[in-house]
């Protein structure tokens, strides 16, 4: 009864996380449940679900609590497929309150938190000390929360950039990704509209900061002065709390505030979505095509409600320019379902914008594990966006993986709760992301390609496959630590590194780092393999070693090995060794070092341990051509 | 709202934030009596009674509060203010 009548703030409303479903009555006796759950593996799923409801910032903390509590007891232990983030949180005011909402946070993007939280305002001794506790706690990400009382009072913009950058400075020399939160914007303003003509105003300071911040390339921002602009600044901030005790972010936001930084963590581990599954009637048009026809749904000008849906096609189509994938799951004859793609004047999205178009009258659960299988995606990579409350409801019981946004009912609002849910929160955007959705596309072309050839070598032929390798560049290595970080299953060891160690690698003599790049007859694939040689005594180790499963059954792995193999000798190496590290994805390569001809020395636990004589070893022969571009750097055989 | 009904909410909001389902309110109840009713835990309050009642306390109110009943008495006071 509480619940229901809960949230009545005057004249404004709450924030919520409101693109998740609604919490379920029985929630806190989930909660009290978990701890009798089987296993550590069941309670951290059963975890993970409670923290996918639209939950408040109570319920966040308690959530958070009894995590803690289930640690305590030794319930909740951490697994090896689990990912995890050692983050310092280092600020000049209160963060205390921010902690439950940023684990709860990383919960929701499937990574455990641990976290370092600086001492009160010392921030900058603790990154100066190598002696300090910031130091040995080795972060992989450093959170600076710095509040604007802090940075904009009695300094100018310019000061305030300077101390950051030395901030930024040391935290790279600590091996750690920098976060950056934004500056709120809480101080009154002194001029009005035209503030930035008194430069040294602290309102003008904050936007002067936020506007360079924004400007510099290798950081991550946690943007919660856009939060702020969009919710209102009284949301995020109430000067009664500031005075009493100095907590710049509002407690009834920390969730909030905890999910922006969650999906920034997901972002750095790889666990965006990647891809956005459209129903059709009443998603992507108003009307039913199938009952309708093509002169009777909405779409288009003339209507509010037909401008609407060209509204969301058209966010949808600008995500897919910047690398979201789309695809579409409706029940529909075909058909009817490809009618308005075809010939309809106001669809904004065509036929090839869509990388996998399912209409059947199957349900849609089947649809979206084949829709994964086609594109090679994990079900955890979707996004499935549904007007039908039946239809995502089915989804969220028979696929949790699965990412279900509430759609409201007013499709004007599809755009906003998209953006809202920040599924496809991303870094950077490198080229390939730009092509990616064309990408798929040539794909289907190729298996439609390879369903019409008779034999697997004459379709090999037709593809006309060139494959192009280099040794880490500077251009390439914001797309290579995507790969490190996203690649499951078509990936040896599984190791993750940041884009510092990644770049660390690249300048570092005894490694020999490459990347692959694949162009055939439908287009340029990408950078689609990356291997990591490691002199290690009279071998050469295979340290990392992943591909994209886009371009499977290719005989690129074969290509991959002739090349590696090839510059170890080269490099003086004897043998070429490598491991297999089993998670919950990789069984795919499980066989992979016995079928090109590795010899197994040693299984621990499932863990191979494999080799590979150099002295006689001949490459084998494949159906592409090879434009091998790594000795041009020439510090591959440097040793 | 009647006093019964602000008591049994803010019995829920006590509950939740000191983690204890048995917890009951008296008039002359004081953070001495509650463990865990520190200055966080304070502020959890206070945040989540202006959320949960829709109400705004002032700098003022806060520094001054005495009791449990006298916190009741204020909320009870700014509901009726809104004609609640």
């Known amino acids: 009864m509480v619940e229901s009548r809960a949230y009545l703030w005057p004249n404004s409303r709450v924030i919520q996380l409101s693109w998740l479903p609604a919490k379920p009555q029985h929630w806190s006796e989930r909660l009290r449940g978990i701890a009798s759950a089987p296993d550590a593996s069941a309670r951290w799923a059963e975890c993970l679900a409670l923290s996918r409801y639209r939950i408040d910032f109570l319920e966040t903390a308690k959530l958070d609590r009894e995590m803690q509590r289930l640690r305590e007891r030794g319930l909740l232990q951490p697994e090896d497929s689990r990912p995890t983030l050692r983050l310092a949180v280092l600020a000049s005011s209160t963060v205390q309150h921010l902690l439950a909402g940023l684990r709860i946070g990383a919960l929701r993007h499937g990574i455990e938190l641990l976290i370092h939280e600086g001492d009160y305002g010392q921030y900058r001794q603790e990154l100066m000390d190598t002696r300090s506790s910031l130091h040995a706690f080795h972060p992989e990400a450093v959170l600076l929360a710095l509040d604007s009382h802090h940075l904009a009072e009695g300094g100018s913009a310019d000061s305030s950039l300077e101390i950051l950058r030395a901030c930024w400075q040391q935290i790279r020399g600590l091996g750690a990704v920098v976060i950056q939160q934004t500056l709120l914007p809480v101080h009154p303003r002194l001029m009005g509209s035209n503030e930035q003509a008194l430069a040294d105003s602290p309102a003008a300071v904050v936007e002067s900061v936020n506007a360079a911040l924004r400007r510099e390339p290798h950081i991550t921002l946690l943007a919660i002065d856009a939060a702020a602009a969009s919710d209102g600044i009284a949301q995020w901030h109430d000067p009664v709390l500031w005075h009493r005790a100095k907590q710049e972010v509002h407690p009834r936001v920390s969730h909030i505030y905890g999910e922006l930084a969650g999906r920034l963590f997901g972002a750095l581990r790889g666990r965006s979505r990647k891809c956005l599954v459209l129903d059709l009637d009443n998603t992507l048009w108003g009307g039913v095509i199938g009952d309708d026809g093509l002169e009777g749904i909405h779409l288009g000008q003339g209507t509010a409600i037909g401008e609407a849906y060209v509204a969301f096609q058209r966010y949808a189509q600008r995500l897919a320019r910047r690398g979201v994938i789309l695809a579409v799951c409706s029940k529909n004859d075909e058909n009817n379902a490809t009618e308005p793609f075809n010939r309809h004047p106001e669809m904004v999205l065509k036929s090839a914008d869509i990388a996998c178009f399912v209409a059947n009258w199957q349900d849609k659960a089947s649809n979206l594990r084949t829709i994964a299988k086609r594109l090679n995606l994990g079900l955890d990579a979707l996004v499935f966006a549904d007007d039908n409350p039946f239809e995502r409801n089915l989804i969220c019981q028979e696929l949790p993986e699965v990412a279900v946004p509430e759609l409201p009912d007013d499709p004007s609002f599809y755009p906003q709760i998209i953006a809202d849910a920040g599924y496809f929160e991303a870094l950077a955007v490198t080229e390939e992301d730009r092509e990616r959705g064309t990408q798929y596309q040539a794909n289907l072309a190729r298996e439609e390609l390879r369903a019409g050839a008779t034999d697997l070598e004459g379709y090999l032929r037709g593809l006309q496959m060139q494959l192009i390798v280099h040794r880490f560049d500077a251009l390439g290595i914001p797309r290579i630590a995507q790969l490190i970080n996203k690649t499951n299953q078509f990936n040896l060891t599984t190791r993750r590194y940041t884009q510092e160690e990644v770049r660390a690698i690249a300048a570092d003599g005894s490694f020999i780092p490459l990347q692959f790049r694949l162009l055939d007859r439908f287009g340029d694939n990408g950078t689609i393999a990356v291997l990591i040689g490691r002199r290690v005594g009279d071998a050469v180790d295979i340290d990392i070693w992943l591909m994209s499963c886009r371009v499977l059954g290719r005989e690129v792995e074969q290509a991959c090995l002739n090349v590696m193999a090839a510059a170890a000798h080269a490099a003086g190496a004897a043998r070429l060794t490598g491991q297999y590290r089993p998670t919950a994805k990789n069984a795919m390569v499980r066989d992979l070092y016995r079928r090109l001809g590795f010899t197994l020395l040693s299984d621990e636990a499932g863990t191979t341990h494999w080799e590979l004589l150099l002295d006689r070893w001949q490459p084998v022969p494949v159906i592409m051509q090879l434009q091998d571009e790594s000795l041009a750097a020439g510090t591959a055989t440097g040793r | ?84």
């Open chain 2, 1 to 84: 709202m009647g006093q019964q009904e602000i008591d049994a909410r803010l019995t829920e909001i006590f509950r939740d934030i000191f983690d204890d389902d048995a917890l009951t309110l008296r008039p002359e109840m004081t953070a001495a009596d509650v463990p865990d009713w520190d200055s966080f835990n304070h502020i959890n309050l206070i945040v989540a009674t202006e959320a949960k009642f829709g109400v705004k306390f002032q700098t003022a109110e806060i520094e001054s509060l005495k009791n449990v009943g006298h916190f009741e008495e204020l909320i009870a006071k700014k509901l009726a203010a809104q004609g609640r």
